[in-house]
Every structure is written in C-alpha cells, then in structure tokens.
C-alpha cells in the first residue's frame, strides 16, 4: 500500500439552508465534509488542526484500527479531545477492509456538520464481487438543524427534556425541493441510459433510521458496513445512523422523458418527538443528443413510495435478508464456540433530578439511557490513556455488571425505571476471547429501535427477534453460516439481536447508541481488551503528539 496525507481545518464556515444562515464547525470550510479515498493496505495521515473554540476529535467508523487504538477517536475514550489551537495526527493503516465507511467527529453533537465519506477501494487487481459499475457515487444523508446544535444539546442536559428535532435531513448536505425556500439546494444525481452506478449510501443523521427508495428503479444490495453481501434486490432500503448501504443502480435502458425522485424519511418506533419531513434529491437521465429530444411539455415526476413511519415489518424483514458472501475469497469467520456469553440490556429510563432542577423529562424527571441499567459517565480523561499508563483508579471500574438486576417483561405492564444507575464501567475481555453479545431492548418507556455501534470491531449478527430473548430456545436458529457481518445493528424495537466477534483487537472500544440523543442520555459503554502475549497482539504505544486532558 502506499500512504496518503490529508490535512483537516476545523473552522467555522457560514453555510445557508432553509434561508437560515448559520456560523457553524466545518472541516476546511465544507459540507458536508472532504471526501477521504484510500485502497485495502493503505496508510492514512489526517493531521486535524482546530482552530475554533469548541473541542473537537475526529472517528473514523468502522475502521478495525488494529493496534492502532489511539487513532480511533471518541473523546474522553481512545484520546482526550484536540483543544484551541492544537491538533493531532491521526495514523492508521487499512488491514483486510474494503467499501464504503464514513468519519465524523466524535464529541458532544459536533458531528451533525462534521462529517465525510472515508471510502476504500480494493486493492489494485481486485475487482468487486459484482459487475463493474460506470461510474460510484457517495450520497450522505444527514440532518440539518436551524439553530446551533451545540445549544440544543445543552439545553437538553441542562433541562433533563427531549432536544430539539432537526429542520430538515438532506442529500449531500441539501434538504431539496420538498422543504420550503430549497428547490435550489436539491441533490441531482445526472445519469446516463443503459449503465450502471454504485452508490454509496451512508447515514449521518444525528437522531433517525431512514427508509430510502428512487421512483420506478430497483436497487441491487451488494454490501453493507464495508462487508460484501449476497446481492437481492429492493426498490426500498432501510439505513441507520451509523451505517453504510452500497447499492446498484441499473438506469432505464433508453431516455426515459421523465423525472425521477429519490427520497428519504424517517422509520420511527419510539414516543418521543422527531423530525417526520421528507428529503428528496433527483435523478436526471442525461438526454442522449440536445437534438434528437424536443421538449413538447415537462416531463412527468414520479414520486417513490414510502413505508409508514413505525412499519417495523419492513425493517425485520429487510434487515433478515442481509447475508455474508461467505464465499472462499471473502469468507465468513463467524466464531463457532463462545468462551463468553453477555446479555445487555439497552434502553431508556430516567433518573431523578437535582434538588432546585426543573425537569422537563416525564413526570419531572429527567431522561437517562443505560446498558444494563449503567448509564454511563463519560470521564475526564481518556479511557485508553488511564489503561495504558497503569492508572485506572478513579477513572474507571473495571466491573461492568454482567447480570442485570432488572429482566424486564415486555408483554405485561413496562415496568417504570425511574432509578437508572450511572457510573463508567468498563467490560475487561482477556485477549482473543470469542463473545457472544446479546442486546435485549427493554421497553421503560415504551420500546424503540437502538442502532448500536461497536468501535474496533465487526461483529456477526447471528440473530434477532422479538420478545425476551429465550436462552434455551433461541440459540438453536442462530445461523452460524453466513450472518451478516457489520459494525452497526438495529436492535428491534421491543426485540434482542444476538452478535458475535473474536477480541482480536488489543485497546478500548466505545460501543454506543448511535443515535445521539441517546448516547448523550447514557445509552453507551466500552470493552476494554487486554494484550496478548506476541508483540502484534498488543496495543502500540501512544504518539506523542496524543492530546492531554
Ligand atoms: Cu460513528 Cu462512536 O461512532
């Protein structure tokens, strides 16, 4: 492989959308944020320069960072954050991953304006498993806030309430015509008749699951998360926060005088209030000579259809169609013996409030989010670092609880948990442990999807289901042959998912909620993997250039 440098500006840009104009945190002024492209074997150099007020951190998600834990970028967990006026290189090199990733910074809510597609191409003379595609495109979808979501974020904290919803989601950084004062800032995506495109689909919204569908066109799914999958078509997808879809688009084989619409809006589960509006982008079939077509009227707009807001039996069945390759080249090493089983609880609850605090969560109180009822405190200095250096003392416990003291029942009444704990424990896994992890959703205040991410690692979705999880039953349908492997799952609403994946990767490794406004409640925590005895089965030591706290 060869090495490739990039240098990332942090700097306020003013950028306009729905007429509002904002001052907000970009990278070298753009958005969304510097496309970064690299091959599988590469080396990559960001040197991230802050020069604004705000601390910043940047994670590059879903890149293993094998050894190279310091590069991995949550704040407060692999480094502290990068402050005024300083910066940090960020050195890793790309082992056995090829597709499309993304990165975005990783602290409080920054990263709904910093963001980017981190796309790996296969190495030279590698091609893809699937038919060469004409031309790649990267669409980004996100979600634009009017006011400073820094503010909103901190509002929430302060009130114990529900944040602010965004204003619009966008395209490419663009809400496009559906939303009013936009049609200008509409995402076109300009093709040719006969050909196929690969677009990279990658979900940055802060806070929502997305259905995405293009009118009258069949998508062809070949990977998700950056993992090769047995190609099926759909005309609609679903994509949480934090994942990535790549799909084939095959254009109508001549001219068609029409134009197509691509949209995308939210799938919702939960009580609380979000943004339920709709981005559109269109697609344009170039026309094949500017003499042979004369417009006589405008061309007719089709419109994709859209499942309904909660349709959750879109969700399962979509999300069960997705499979590994599992072929000789890319196979699938889903680990067959477990030498530790956890199951994880993940969900919403709230916690008292501070004598002399208003609360606006329920009942005056405010909201927290917990994995196994552990809503976790982020600490003053990074995780990593304290583990590193020997000094774990007051920093972390090294005893996450693994049994829940509440299973809850989700058929009867939910029970009301209004007294999560909190505290920054960490789960200590002895290098190479094979893991199964089950993530059962409770439903504290009614039940919701939660795409959980887990930093450092692919796991294997082995399975998932509605219900408690039945360890006596359910295990026997795991399929350990060719589940999907990935770096973020949906946890079904009022359901469990079953994952599995082999400690391999010496460091510590957040693993959250990406959706925002829960991780900001609570809803995270982080594995902590011990080094193993060969000197490539341990964690390097840190560059010097590592921020302080
Ligand atoms: Cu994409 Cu910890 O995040």
Redesign the pocket.
Same mark, same amino acid.
């Given at each position: 492989g060869v090495t490739r440098h990039y240098t990332f500006d942090i700097k306020l840009q003013n950028v306009t959308r729905l007429c509002h104009t904002k001052s907000m945190v970009t990278v070298n002024g753009q958005f969304p944020g510097p496309r970064v492209e690299a091959r599988e074997g590469d080396r990559l150099i960001i040197k991230v320069v802050n020069h604004v007020q705000n601390n910043v951190s940047i %994670?590059w998600?879903g890149i293993r960072q094998l050894q190279s834990g310091w590069a991995d970028g949550?704040a407060y967990i692999t480094q502290c954050p990068i402050q005024t006026g300083q910066s940090y290189v960020y050195n890793y090199t790309i082992v056995g991953q090829r597709g499309t990733l993304w990165w975005?910074a %990783?602290i409080s809510w920054l990263r709904a304006t910093v963001y980017g597609p981190l796309i790996i191409l296969p190495k030279h003379n590698v091609s893809y498993p699937f038919v060469k595609p004409y031309k790649e495109v990267p669409i980004i979808f996100g979600e634009w806030f009017n006011a400073d979501t820094e503010a909103i974020v901190s509002q929430a904290l302060q009130t114990g309430g529900g944040p602010n919803v965004s204003d619009a989601y966008t395209l490419n950084g663009l809400p496009g015509l559906l939303y009013n004062c936009s049609a200008k800032d509409t995402f076109k995506l300009k093709v040719k008749p006969g050909k196929t495109y690969l677009l990279r689909l990658i979900n940055a919204a802060l806070n929502d699951e997305l259905f995405f569908s293009i009118a009258n066109h069949t998508l062809t799914i070949v990977e998700v998360d950056a993992i090769y999958v047995k190609p099926f078509e759909t005309d609609i997808l679903l994509i949480t926060p934090?994942q990535t879809t790549n799909v084939l688009l095959k254009t109508k084989p001549f001219f068609p005088s029409a134009t197509f619409l691509m949209m995308a809006r939210p799938y919702a589960t939960g009580l609380g209030t979000f943004d339920n509006s709709t981005v559109a982008g269109i697609l344009e079939y170039e026309s094949p000579s500017l003499h042979s077509v004369v417009p006589i009227k405008k061309p007719p707009v089709f419109k994709p259809t859209l499942p309904v807001l909660n349709d959750t039996s879109f969700a399962t069945n979509f999300t069960t169609r997705l499979k590994s390759l599992a072929n000789a080249q890319y196979p699938a090493n889903v680990p067959q013996k477990v030498d530790k089983h956890f199951l994880f609880t993940v969900g919403l609850g709230t916690n008292p409030c501070d004598q002399n605090q208003t609360c606006q969560g329920p009942n005056g109180t405010k909201f927290a989010a917990s994995v196994n009822n552990i809503s976790f405190i982020q600490p003053t200095t990074a995780l990593l670092q304290s583990h590193f250096f020997g000094q774990s003392n007051g920093v972390y416990s090294p005893y996450f609880p693994i049994n829940p003291t509440h299973w809850f029942n989700y058929t009867g009444n939910p029970p009301n948990n209004t007294m999560v704990g909190n505290g920054t424990e960490v789960m200590v896994l002895n290098f190479n442990t094979s893991v199964e992890v089950i993530l059962q959703d409770t439903s504290i205040l009614g039940a919701e999807s939660h795409p959980l %991410?887990l930093?450092g690692y692919n796991f294997f979705v082995v399975g998932q289901g509605f219900g408690n999880f039945d360890p006596n039953k359910d295990p026997k349908k795991f399929n350990l042959v060719d589940p999907i492997e990935r770096n973020t799952v949906g946890v079904p609403s009022g359901g469990w998912v079953a994952l599995r994946f082999l400690a391999d990767n010496p460091g510590v490794w957040?693993m %959250?909620c990406?959706l925002e406004v829960h991780t900001t409640w609570g809803l995270k925590m982080a594995w902590l993997v011990l080094d193993g005895k060969l000197p490539n089965q341990k964690l390097l030591p840190p560059p010097s250039d590592l921020p302080k706290c």
């Open positions: %994670h998600h949550p975005h %990783h934090g %991410h930093h957040f %959250h990406h």
